[in-house]
C-alpha cells in the first residue's frame, strides 16, 4: 500500500483547526455585538483575542497556499 501524502492530511488539519478558530473569534465578539455590558478594558481584551484567532486562520490558509497578503506586522 502506498504512503499516504502529507499535503491533504495538513489541509484537512488545517481547515479543521481554522474553523475552531473561527469560531472562538465569533465567540468573543458575540457578547460586544448583542450590547452586553462590559468594560472598555474586557471589549479591548475581546477584540485583541477575536484578532489573534483570525490571524491564525490567515497564517494557516497562507501556509496551504492562498494568494493572499499578510500584514507585515505578522509575518514571520
Not at 499516504?4 to 473569534?25: C, L, Q, T, V, Y
Not at 477575536?50 to 497578503?69: P, S, T, V, W
Amino acid at each position: 500500500m502506498p504512503k499516504p501524502r502529507p499535503w491533504p492530511n495538513n489541509a484537512k488539519e488545517a481547515r479543521d483547526r481554522s474553523a475552531e478558530d473561527a469560531a472562538a473569534g465569533i465567540r468573543q465578539l458575540q457578547p460586544i455585538a448583542s450590547g452586553t455590558d462590559m468594560s472598555q478594558a474586557s471589549v479591548l481584551v475581546r477584540v485583541m483575542k477575536a484578532i489573534n484567532y483570525f490571524l491564525r486562520i490567515l497564517m494557516r490558509m497562507k501556509e496551504q497556499g492562498a494568494d493572499i497578503d499578510v500584514p507585515e506586522d505578522y509575518r514571520e
